[in-house]
Each structure stands twice: as structure tokens, then as C-alpha cells.
């Protein structure tokens, strides 16, 4: 059975930093592409880092490029979302996704306020 669960979200300050996990089960994130999407209040949800199935290659959202970076422990079968300089904007649910599967994460709450 194929599951994700992140964690790592809380309450940061505008500038601050904070890095997400999502810990897989019943699939191997070193061969399967995985990404990163978030859904802030009113809004609908957006696509904020993919990465492939092999490889180090990586896409990141405009509004994020720079700040965030998606990275993967193959031996903990884990994806991260390394998030710095964060801003009031970042405000959102953060979901882990498995394309392949259709997978998603029950989400973890980023909030970026002073």
C-alpha cells in the first residue's frame, strides 16, 4: 500500500527557515518521481518542486526558485522541502506527491509570520 506522510511544518518568522519530510511507504522514492505541491487558504493548489525518477535533476515554481530546495534520502526512503528566506506568501498546506500512484501526503500547515 502505497502511502506518504509529511511532517516538519509549524510557525516560522518572515526570513526563517524550516525543512518538510515526507516519509514514503509501499515504494521506493529513488525511482519514482516525486514533488512537492502547496495549497494556501482561498487558493488552489499549486505544483512547487518536482524531481525526477533518477537523477539529480530538479524544477522548482517561479515564486520559490532559489529559496526552496527538493532533495531525497534514498535510505530513508524520504523526500525533503528545504525551505529558507521564507515569506508570509509561502502560507500554505505543503502535500508530498507520488505522480506515478496518484499519492498524496495528508499535508503538513507552514505558517510565515512575525
Known amino acids: 500500500q502505497v502511502q506518504l506522510v509529511e511532517s516538519g511544518g509549524g510557525l516560522v518568522q518572515p526570513g526563517g527557515s524550516l525543512k518538510l519530510s515526507c516519509a514514503a511507504s509501499?515504494?521506493?522514492?529513488?525511482?519514482?518521481?516525486m514533488s512537492w505541491y502547496r495549497q494556501a487558504p482561498g487558493k488552489e493548489r499549486e505544483l512547487v518542486a518536482t524531481?525526477?525518477?533518477?537523477?539529480?535533476?530538479?524544477n522548482y515554481a517561479n515564486s520559490v526558485k532559489g529559496r526552496f530546495t527538493i532533495a531525497r534520502d534514498n535510505t530513508k526512503n524520504t523526500v525533503y522541502l528545504q525551505m529558507n528566506s521564507l515569506k508570509p506568501e509561502d502560507t500554505a498546506v505543503y502535500y508530498c506527491k507520488a505522480p506515478r500512484f496518484g499519492a498524496w501526503g495528508q499535508g503538513t500547515l507552514v505558517t510565515v509570520s512575525s
Open positions: 509501499g515504494f521506493s522514492v529513488s525511482s519514482n518521481p
Open positions: 524531481m525526477p525518477s533518477f537523477g539529480s535533476s530538479t
